[in-house]
Nanobody, 127 residues
Framework: QVQLVESGGGLVQAGGSLRVSCVASGRTFSFYAMGWFRQAPGKGKEREFVAAISRTGGRTTYADSVKGRFTISRDNAKNTVSLQMNSLRLEDTAIYYC??????????????????WGQGTQVTVSS
């Protein structure tokens, strides 16, 4: 099993940048493809896929809404996955969650394929 702890959220103006990170502990970090998801405030808002990265970091996948603005990366030596967010928009306001996939699985956009989750970190974009 793997435990995940996010950090780096905060308040930023629209157009600005923010980096959120997630540190993993437990089993070998490189066993897991990693993903970032987010859940916006408001009733009925579902958690949505943001970005995913393969076990080695050689492949990345992004939601269309963040493509070209966000970059996911990982450092297996430091058991860390990060999400660099540039050109932030009001609609990027959400709680951002780090997630680990099933051991040795490929990265995926499917939320049900991520059994391990962090507690989330709030990102608020203001006008």
């Amino acid at each position: 099993q793997v435990q995940l702890v996010e950090s780096g959220g905060g308040l930023v103006q629209a157009g600005g940048s923010l980096r959120v990170s997630c540190v993993a502990s437990g089993r070998t970090f490189s066993f897991y493809a990693m993903g970032w998801f987010r859940q916006a405030p408001g009733k009925g808002k579902e958690r949505e896929f943001v970005a995913a990265i393969s076990r080695t970091g050689g492949r990345t996948t992004y939601a269309d809404s963040v493509k070209g603005r966000f970059t996911i990366s990982r450092d297996n030596a430091k058991n860390t996955v990060s999400l660099q967010m540039n050109s932030l928009r009001l609609e990027d306001t959400a709680i951002y969650y780090c997630a680990a996939g099933r051991p040795f699985n490929v990265e995926t956009t499917t939320i049900s394929e991520y059994p391990y989750w962090g507690q989330g970190t709030q990102v608020t974009v203001s006008s």
